[in-house]
């Protein structure tokens, strides 16, 4: 059983900054995406951003210029910061992860809570 650990969702005020992280088990060596996934109240989940291996990203339209996603490949980590929060982007968070020759996500994370209120 592979295990995506999610950290750093919370609560924020419109404006804010919050850094979300994902692990995955290092014996997981043949990654070939990591990505973000989110789900509003009422929504399907959408697409955040994803990372390939060499670092290649991409982004949903309402992350571009305020979210970053990045990799640590010594730790099998994967990061989102959020900068600029808006109420909207209050969603359960996903981290999820696609390994070679896959077309699909392999795994998931069980989601975290990131809140924007004021």
């Known amino acids: 059983q592979v295990q995506l650990v999610e950290s750093g969702g919370g609560s924020v005020q419109p404006g804010g900054s919050l850094r979300l992280s994902c692990a995955a088990p290092a014996s997981l060596s043949n990654i070939y995406r990591m990505g973000w996934y989110r789900r509003t109240p009422g929504k399907y989940r959408e697409m955040v951003a994803s990372?390939?291996?060499?670092?290649?990203?991409t982004y949903a339209e309402f992350a571009k210029g305020r979210f970053t996603i990045s990799r640590d490949y010594a730790k099998n980590m994967v990061y989102l910061q959020m900068n600029t929060l808006k109420s909207e982007d209050t969603a359960i968070y996903y981290c999820?992860?696609?390994?070679?020759?896959?077309?699909?996500?392999?795994?998931w994370g069980q989601g975290i809570q990131v809140t924007v209120s004021s």
């Open positions: 990372i390939l291996t060499g670092d290649k990203t």
């Open positions: 999820g992860v696609e390994l070679e020759g896959s077309a699909f996500y392999n795994y």
